[in-house]
């Protein structure tokens, strides 16, 4: 069995989640069951229906007082009393902030191993091997974990596409799981979700993003990026270099160093592909790259591929997108 934990904040599901079952969809192929779990305060019915409609066993509600704000110590408290409860060989997490928080110490309490940011999964002679990238994605190694189960997996945001989640013929069951909580065993205040700066966006839950690079040349030339982005009705981004000089907040960089995403949509605007952006974006439905150098490594991955001079080129574009 494969056990999913689920996100949600203020009743609302972080959409990676669906990307995690995505991954252990994969990996189950019909063979195993795949229980999601979510955890938080009272009134999980929203979520719960929500990833009811995937195709899995079940879903299960986490609900306790302690939960109602997150805290590493509330979770790890919960979360393994339903992992013993549950028994499942795999256990996987989407690679968000939250996750990253709790689950080093979820996996010592359970002395159990914990392979995190995978990008990808696939059986080599009767094992299961995961891949993850190391050294700023110059290198990906594969992990096949030892010791007893279950094995704690989290997937890196943008390696599994979430409209990939299969959806079930019918509503599944939601079951109430039997937890309790110490709460004098916190040792967290609460305090407002964490964020990278006072206005950061999380450019993961973006459906359309332009992403600007190098070829703009000159910080006054970001402003045709940004008219490009609101005709697009998109979030814009950034290459690393444009936020090394200051150009775009840090909060707005794709990349192994910033964020992973993984939109319908993406724009890279005078981007060359440099490795270590490709892995933050490679997840995208659709890719349109627009550069002047017909050998740049990013017409390697894009869908659509334009050759030209992006201070023509996206003029043009916003002209016809104004249009409609």
Same mark, same amino acid.
């Given at each position: 069995?494969?056990?999913?934990?689920?996100?949600?904040?203020?009743?609302?599901?972080?959409?990676?989640?669906?990307?995690?079952?995505?991954?252990?969809?994969?990996?189950?192929?019909?063979?195993?069951?795949?229980?999601?779990?979510?955890?938080?305060?009272?009134?999980?019915?929203?979520?719960?229906?929500?990833?009811?409609?995937?195709?899995?066993?079940?879903?299960?509600?986490?609900?306790?007082?302690?939960?109602?704000?997150?805290?590493?110590?509330?979770?790890?408290?919960?979360?393994?009393?339903?992992?013993?409860?549950?028994?499942?060989?795999?256990?996987?997490?989407?690679?968000?902030?939250?996750?990253?928080?709790?689950?080093?110490?979820?996996?010592?309490?359970?002395?159990?191993?914990?392979?995190?940011?995978?990008?990808?999964?696939?059986?080599?002679?009767?094992?299961?091997?995961?891949?993850?990238?190391? /050294?700023?994605?110059? %290198?990906? =190694?594969?992990?096949?974990?030892?010791?007893? @189960?279950?094995?704690?997996?989290?997937? *890196? !945001? #943008?390696?599994?596409?979430?409209?990939?989640?299969?959806?079930?013929?019918?509503?599944?069951?939601?079951?109430?799981?039997?937890?309790?909580?110490?709460?004098?065993?916190?040792?967290?205040?609460?305090?407002?979700?964490?964020?990278?700066?006072?206005?950061?966006?999380?450019?993961?839950?973006?459906?359309?993003?332009?992403?600007?690079?190098?070829?703009?040349?000159?910080?006054?030339?970001?402003?045709?990026?940004?008219?490009?982005?609101?005709? /697009?009705?998109?979030? %814009?981004? =950034?290459?690393?270099?444009?936020?090394?000089? @200051?150009?775009?907040?840090?909060?707005? *960089? !794709? #990349?192994?160093?910033?964020?992973?995403?993984?939109?319908?949509?993406?724009?890279?605007?005078?981007?060359?592909?440099?490795?270590?952006?490709?892995?933050?974006?490679?997840?995208?439905?659709?890719?349109?790259?627009?550069?002047?150098?017909?050998?740049?490594?990013?017409?390697?991955?894009?869908?659509?591929?334009?050759?030209?001079?992006?201070?023509?080129?996206?003029?043009?574009?916003?002209?016809?997108?104004?249009?409609?």
């Amino acid at each position: 069995m494969i056990l999913v934990i689920a996100e949600q904040q203020q009743g609302k599901l972080n959409r990676a989640s669906w990307e995690a079952i995505a991954a252990a969809q994969q990996l189950a192929a019909g063979a195993m069951p795949i229980t999601v779990a979510v955890a938080g305060g009272f009134n999980l019915a929203g979520v719960a229906g929500e990833l009811a409609q995937a195709a899995v066993a079940e879903v299960l509600t986490i609900e306790h007082a302690a939960l109602a704000t997150y805290t590493p110590d509330g979770f790890v408290q919960a979360l393994q009393q339903v992992i013993a409860q549950v028994a499942p060989t795999y256990v996987f997490f989407s690679h968000t902030y939250q996750t990253r928080d709790f689950s080093p110490t979820l996996a010592t309490r359970m002395d159990r191993a914990l392979v995190t940011d995978v990008i990808a999964i696939r059986a080599v002679g009767g094992a299961t091997v995961f891949a993850r990238p190391m /050294f700023q994605g110059k %290198l990906v =190694a594969e992990v096949v974990p030892q010791g007893e @189960g279950p094995f704690l997996i989290s997937i *890196q !945001i #943008g390696a599994y596409r979430a409209d990939a989640a299969a959806k079930g013929s019918a509503v599944v069951p939601i079951t109430a799981a039997s937890i309790t909580i110490d709460e004098s065993k916190i040792r967290q205040k609460p305090e407002l979700p964490f964020q990278e700066a006072k206005q950061a966006v999380d450019l993961s839950q973006a459906e359309r993003i332009v992403s600007v690079g190098r070829g703009i040349k000159t910080v006054e030339n970001i402003a045709i990026a940004e008219q490009l982005a609101k005709a /697009f009705g998109a979030e %814009l981004a =950034a290459s690393r270099p444009i936020c090394d000089n @200051g150009w775009l907040p840090m909060e707005r *960089q !794709i #990349g192994s160093s910033g964020q992973t995403v993984a939109p319908k949509l993406y724009v890279a605007l005078g981007i060359s592909g440099a490795i270590q952006h490709l892995v933050g974006m490679k997840g995208s439905r659709v890719i349109v790259a627009i550069n002047k150098d017909a050998d740049a490594p990013i017409f390697e991955v894009a869908d659509y591929g334009i050759q030209g001079d992006l201070f023509e080129l996206a003029p043009a574009i916003i002209a016809e997108l104004q249009k409609g």
